[in-house]
């Protein structure tokens, strides 16, 4: 016997609506938040929406001493490929998880709206991550960008290269990174995401 849950009934809407796949797409986003981790750690939170789906992404551009990592290099990457050259945060609207409610609400941040509602290209592949709780979740990366009408990575537009010939090459490695960690309850290892935002959303 089974009785109506309303909550189960509109997730059972839900789960289409989440990019859960690797491989190349097109879209826009709709967010990109500016964000610093706990341990001083800068980076970007984004929204990406393609063909009706969504994935929430983040990237870490900068430690807490100056020092640029990797995410710094995926920024720039994006800047070339959208044809910008400088973004500044402002205030703006963003959408947060309230898990205690199990819904969505607005809140004020600061964002990049120079990033957002344009055309960009993302290669996608996803990883094992430790959530804060010790369990081992599954979440969406960002593995490479390219020029959405062109299909130009960043290095080819800044070769002024007109043919694209490294984004076939790239979405035949793109795969899935099982987590590192042997031990799920295990913290994260040194070096690993410092904050993990993922787990502010149900997906």
Known sequence: MYTLNTDAARQADQTGKYINEIGKYVGKFTRAEDITAKTGTKGI????????????????????????????????????????????????????????????????????????GKDIGLLLETEDYPKSNGDIGTRMVIAGIFQA?????????LDRKTTPEQLGKRVATLKHHPSKDAKPK????????PDDIDDDWPF
């Open 45 to 116: 939170a984004f929204t990406f929406e393609s063909g009706g789906k969504t994935a929430n992404l983040s990237i870490y551009t900068q430690k807490s001493n100056g020092d640029t990592i990797m995410g710094f290099d995926v920024l720039m990457a994006m800047l070339t490929c959208l044809s910008t050259k400088k973004i500044t945060p402002t205030e703006g609207e963003v959408t947060r998880w309230d898990k205690e409610a199990k819904k969505e609400y607005k809140a004020t941040a600061q964002i990049f709206p120079e990033l957002m």
């Open 149 to 157: 009408g062109t299909e130009l990575t960043a290095s080819e537009i």
């Open 186 to 193: 295990q913290a994260a290892p040194a070096g690993g995401f």
